[in-house]
């Protein structure tokens, strides 16, 4: 089983609904993070969580929120998708100390899709 | 502002040669982390290598070697002897220690042919 989980790993939605993309991890990390990849673009960071209470936005938080419900868990909400929201998505999590601190893992990404 | 810039966009090989896949990095930062990922065609992202900014020594594991020169910025990946398997996406990122967030390159597609 995986260590990052997203759900669902592959979504098609209409312009203006509302889409939340899951994670969960078994890994015990205190931080997580969500990136969205867009071809020759790389990944770009979207929000991050150092805690349940520490959210911090990143470079692309515009039309995204998050929730971080608990340790473990870490959800993504496209309030009202839009088209140019169409992008593969990823949930990463890494530990807050100790040597692979700043190592980050991913999960196995979320195909969004929004028509 | 961070930034890595991987100025080779695709690159095609033949199988058993070998390919450097480039990355050079911008930051303020004295102490920093840079990674190497790999994503293969069913797209989860791979972690293959992460350095950080004191520790310049080049390192092997079978056949990948990474050559990381503060002086330049750059943090080069090769791989010798390529094989179709090697067949990805080449992500390099760069991390702080504030944030431990990446920020990423946009990546080398690297295709092996047979």
């Known amino acids: 089983d995986a260590d990052v989980t997203q759900t669902p790993r592959n979504r098609i939605t209409k312009t203006g609904k509302r889409i939340m993309l899951e994670c969960s991890q078994t890994?015990?990390?205190?931080?997580m993070y969500w990136y969205r990849q867009d071809p020759g673009l790389g990944l770009r960071l979207i929000y991050y969580s150092f805690d349940v209470k520490d959210i911090n936005k990143g470079e692309i938080s515009d039309g995204y929120s998050v929730s971080r419900q608990a340790q473990a868990k870490f959800s993504l909400s496209l309030e009202s998708a839009i088209p140019n929201q169409t992008a593969l998505y990823f949930c990463a999590t890494s530990k807050k100390t100790g040597l692979s601190g700043n190592t980050i893992y991913f999960g196995e990404g979320s195909w969004l899709t929004v028509v | 502002a961070q930034k890595v810039t991987q100025a080779q966009t695709e690159i095609s090989v033949v199988e058993k040669e070998d390919v450097t896949l480039d990355c050079v990095y911008e930051t303020r930062d004295t102490t920093y982390y840079l990674f190497w990922y790999k994503q293969p065609p069913s797209g989860e992202l791979v972690f293959l290598i992460r350095r950080n900014s004191f520790d310049e020594q080049n390192e092997i594991s079978g056949r990948y070697s990474w050559n990381f020169q503060k002086s330049t910025s750059s943090f080069n990946f090769t791989i010798t002897a390529s094989q179709v398997v090697d067949s990805a996406v080449y992500f390099c990122?760069?991390?702080?220690?504030?944030?431990?967030?990446?920020?990423f390159g946009s990546g080398t597609r690297l295709q092996v042919q047979p």
């Open positions: 990122a760069l991390s702080d220690t504030g944030r431990r967030a990446l920020t």
């Open positions: 890994k015990g990390h205190d931080r």
